[in-house]
């Protein structure tokens, strides 16, 4: 998990990887016809409210940055270019955590190191239909109902876990969750739809700490979890825009308001990622929770949450003192996820910020992750990935650029 350590500096914010935007106010905009730089600074300067005209969550209200002018690529061919990578990792009929399978006794790959690909072939899929990339969402899908574990009820780390008492976590079933939904999006088979709807299941039977409120880390309950909170809120809502169910709905309204009220101790009341911890913030926390918050809004459950998503996003886009501004590069699990959402987020809501940034960091990626095995196993921006548990030569750091790349490919799309 990322903790970002706080830096003392002009408002003693922590310092983190948080990406500083404008906002654009063109209409014609799109792919490959992207504002310059000069349109995004002259709105910034106008509109103080902030980004989507929205006021930061700061005292200090800074502007937002400057983003320059993303260099455009054909996301869906580096798409196809990171599934061809992923033969290197290839085990049998699965993929191992290591190049190479030099992981002791147990070399598969687990739910958090290979959701990145699943998400990255349906993305792939959706965005480019064709029956093969339909059959790559197929084995995909098939491979992570392995994980599977009716002993448990939920979805366990490990392929083939099929005791009572494995330790499962809260936040791989919604990642789970949230990619056998976009396999149901992208083949609009049913099956998918019922395996994301079973890690829903499993999450608000078990996740929940019914006594004081919050989403735990694993069916362990060492403490509440952000992440876990943040994917399980998304699933919750995206299941209930296909199926409906109202229970879903009233679940992710709790989780959400609780986050309101206890989980954003940071100075600028971004989401922790454990509790009373104003030093471990996340970007792919924030990013679920926006866009939770304004499905939320939109399927009719208070203006109050466009409002905090709004505020949350136009804090994420301020400017801010650390040393990062728009250069993700904390580790490419967790920020292909945070890209993932918040154009996902921008596409909604018409705000093209979170598009540019994530075409601006793709280019950076595809210039300096490639490494000397011709892999994407390295940071976007180039030297180390700080986060301390990427390790080198995992498929979780190719799979997650590769991500990137896919999401991309169906967002600048449009």
């Keep these: ?54 006021q930061p969550l700061t005292p200090w209200r800074k502007p937002p940055v400057e983003l320059p002018s993303p260099r455009l690529l054909d996301y869906g061919q580096l798409t196809k270019a990171g599934v061809g990578q992923a033969a290197r990792w290839r085990h049998g009929g699965w993929y191992c955590e290591y190049l190479g399978c030099t992981h002791g006794p147990y070399p598969l790959i687990t739910i958090w190191g290979e959701v990145p690909m699943f998400e990255a072939v349906d993305a792939l899929a959706i965005a480019l239909p064709s029956s093969a990339h339909r059959a790559l969402v197929e084995r995909f899908a098939r491979a992570n109902e392995r994980y599977w574990d009716s002993a448990v009820g939920g979805y366990a780390p490990y392929p083939g876990d099929r005791a009572g008492n494995v330790q499962t976590f809260f936040d ?75 229970w879903q709905l009233e679940d992710v309204k709790m989780y959400v308001d609780w986050a309101n009220a206890n989980d954003n101790g940071d100075e600028r009341q971004l989401y922790l990622e454990k509790p009373n911890q104003p030093e471990s913030v996340n970007d792919y926390v924030q990013a679920p929770l926006i866009y939770a918050q304004y499905l939320l809004c939109q399927d009719g459950e208070g203006e109050s949450y466009c409002v905090q998503a709004g505020r949350v996003a136009a804090t994420l886009a301020e400017q801010h003192v650390d040393d990062y501004g728009y250069k993700y590069n904390y580790g490419p699990e967790y920020d292909a996820i945070f890209m993932q959402w918040m154009m996902a987020y921008g596409q909604a809501t018409g705000e093209q910020y979170w598009l ?59």
């Design 356 to 414: 540019t940034l994530a075409e601006v960091n793709a280019a950076a990626a595809a210039t300096n992750a490639s490494s000397g095995h011709g892999l994407w196993l390295s940071s976007w921006w180039g030297g180390a990935i700080p986060d301390p548990e990427t390790n080198p030569n995992m498929f979780r750091t190719m799979a997650a650029t590769t991500s990137l790349f896919a999401w991309l490919a169906l967002y600048a799309a449009r």
């Design 172 to 246: 791989d079933n919604g990642w789970e969750g949230l990619a056998f939904l976009n396999a149901y999006k992208a083949t609009h088979e049913g099956r998918w739809l019922y395996d994301a709807q079973r890690a829903f299941h499993f999450i608000a039977a078990r996740g929940w700490d019914k006594d004081g409120g919050g989403m735990w880390w694993n069916t362990s309950h060492p403490y509440h979890s952000g992440p876990a909170l943040a994917s399980d809120s998304l699933l919750g809502v995206l299941l209930y825009g296909e199926d409906h169910e109202r």
């Design 1 to 54: 998990m990322r903790i970002c350590a706080a830096v003392a500096a002009a408002f003693a914010v922590a310092s983190l990887t948080f990406a500083c935007g404008a906002s654009a106010t063109e209409t014609d905009w799109s792919a490959g016809h992207l504002p310059p730089v000069a349109r995004y600074a002259a709105t910034s300067l106008e509109d103080s409210a902030g980004l989507g005209g929205f």
